[in-house]
T-cell receptor, first 118, second 113 residues
């Protein structure tokens, strides 16, 4: 079974500053994928970034980067230069390696509400 | 260029009255998922279709059913909604053989009166 833990229910960050959202995971799968999604108040889940367990380099997508520490089983999201539009819920999720053609079931953490202050 | 469409966005139903939520996609993805998200909680997978193969999560109540008549459409049927079924219902799609993201629709917020 897979488990995702996000220990920060809510966080504030000043506009234009960087912020780190924590995520730890537990799994017995030899390979897996880690994801971050953003959920604004409108409800839609927006994919941000993906990290494969065998990827050697940390993933980056624009202002988003994933600080992947496999030995510590952590996959923290770093948002640089925060913007007011970044205020939202952020979910960390993981799935078994999707290349087994069985679908890509996601297990989500409890989420972190980020609030960006002007 | 909407990719995953859910209708309606808001649905009100009465206790015990069957309700159907719909999802359609223009991505031609072969996997479709339904998630339930209660207030201030994480999304919880109810079931998914891999092509025509239906896969139910072990703890999904029998009250929840799904249909997928073709690749593009998937329906969530709640046979006898209870007050505890009030939630956001999210539909998502993905393409098998990759490890990449699921694409989510905007969700349908269900209210049970």
């Amino acid at each position: 079974a897979q488990k995702i833990t996000q220990t920060q229910p809510g966080m504030f960050v000043q506009e234009k500053e960087a912020v780190t959202l924590d995520c730890t995971y537990d799994t017995s799968d030899p390979s897996y994928g880690l994801f971050w999604y953003k959920q604004p108040s409108s409800g839609e889940m927006i994919f941000l970034i993906y990290q494969g367990s065998y990827d050697q380099q940390n993933a980056t997508e624009g202002r988003y980067s994933l600080n992947f520490q496999k030995a510590r089983k952590s996959a923290n999201l770093v948002i640089s230069a925060s913007q007011l539009g970044d205020s939202a819920m952020y979910f960390c999720a993981m799935s078994p390696d999707g290349t087994n053609n069985a679908g890509n079931m996601l297990t989500f953490g409890g989420g972190t509400r980020l609030m960006v202050k002007p | 260029d909407a990719m995953v469409i859910q209708n309606p966005r808001y649905q009100v139903t009465q206790f015990g009255k069957p309700v159907t939520l719909s999802c359609s996609q223009t991505l031609n993805h072969n996997v479709m998922y339904w998630y339930q998200q209660k207030s201030s909680q994480a999304p919880k997978l109810l079931f998914h279709y891999y092509d025509k193969d239906f896969n139910n999560e072990a703890d999904t109540p029998d009250n929840f059913q799904s249909r997928r008549p073709n690749t593009s459409f998937c329906f969530l049927d709640i046979r006898s909604p209870g007050l505890g079924d009030a939630a956001m219902y999210l539909c998502a799609t993905s393409s098998s053989g990759t490890v990449y993201e699921q694409y989510f629709g905007p969700g349908t917020r269900l209210t049970v009166t």
